[in-house]
Nanobody, 120 residues
Framework: QVQLVESGGGSVQPGGSLRLSCASSAAFFSLYDMGWYRQAPGDQRELVARIFATSSTEYADPVKGRFSISKDNSKKMVYLQMNNLEPEDTAVYYC??????????????WGQGTQVTVSS
């Protein structure tokens, strides 16, 4: 029901920056908790950052101080600003939308992913 489309991925050298965008079709977008996950080759998907409906944020330890998540409720967009990129950041990055628990939908929506490659 909810569609998410990521963009902004690409190839960058260590120390470079990249900004990912996620466009959402969700009605009542501002009520969702939004997030970014990533999956590197051979690894499980891991949480990168989340921004809650209240606009509070949280980050995984490896990206603290380097990444910043934000959203624009009027545009139904979520962003991930990535600075000082490291080779370990190489992964497919996914946008997620988590509906309010009171709706009892029992699912999280996922985008198709966008590739980020950090190498010299």
């Amino acid at each position: 029901q909810v569609q998410l489309v990521e963009s902004g991925g690409g190839s960058v050298q260590p120390g470079g920056s990249l900004r990912l965008s996620c466009a959402s079709s969700a009605a009542f977008f501002s009520l969702y908790d939004m997030g970014w996950y990533r999956q590197a080759p051979g690894d499980q998907r891991e949480l990168v950052a989340r921004i809650f409906a209240t606009s509070s944020t949280e980050y995984a330890d490896p990206v603290k101080g380097r990444f910043s998540i934000s959203k624009d409720n009027s545009k139904k967009m979520v962003y991930l600003q990535m600075n000082n990129l490291e080779p370990e950041d190489t992964a497919v990055y996914y946008c997620t939308a988590d509906p309010p628990r009171a709706w009892k939908l029992d699912r999280v929506y996922w985008g198709q992913g966008t590739q980020v490659t950090v190498s010299s």
